[in-house]
Nanobody, 124 residues
Framework: QVQLAESGGGSVQAGGSLRLSCAAS????????MGWFRQAPGKEREFVAA????????AFTDSVKGRFTISRNNAKNTVYLQMNSLKPEDTAVYYC?????????????????WGQGIQVTVSS
């Protein structure tokens, strides 16, 4: 059974940082593109960042470029989202997702497995 478990969320003031982790189990982690998505209250879920199996390919939504980084440790079956210079508009539930594919994709329908999500709240 595949499980993706997010951790590291919480509340922070604007300008602060958080690092999200997503631990995967039940799959061959290095075969998967790993992505992060988020859903703010009253809005649709949106793509945030993704990384291919080797870490050589990444993608970010424009609003987080230069502030967020994504990384992965295939030995630990874990993907990370480092979030710096956080803004109130980053407030959302953040989801980790896994896509059995080679190419980084921003399309949530391409992802096969999802975590339960974790809350990130940024106050002004």
């Amino acid at each position: 059974q595949v499980q993706l478990a997010e951790s590291g969320g919480g509340s922070v003031q604007a300008g602060g940082s958080l690092r999200l982790s997503c631990a995967a189990s039940g799959l061959l982690f290095s075969n998967y593109v790993m992505g992060w998505f988020r859903q703010a209250p009253g809005k649709e879920r949106e793509f945030v960042a993704a990384m291919n199996w080797s870490g050589e390919r990444t993608a970010f939504t424009d609003s987080v470029k230069g502030r967020f980084t994504i990384s992965r440790n295939n030995a630990k079956n874990t993907v990370y989202l480092q979030m710096n210079s956080l803004k109130p508009e980053d407030t959302a539930v953040y989801y980790c997702a896994a896509d059995l594919g080679m190419a980084v994709t921003t399309n949530e329908r391409e992802y096969d497995y999802w975590g339960q999500g974790i809350q990130v709240t940024v106050s002004s």
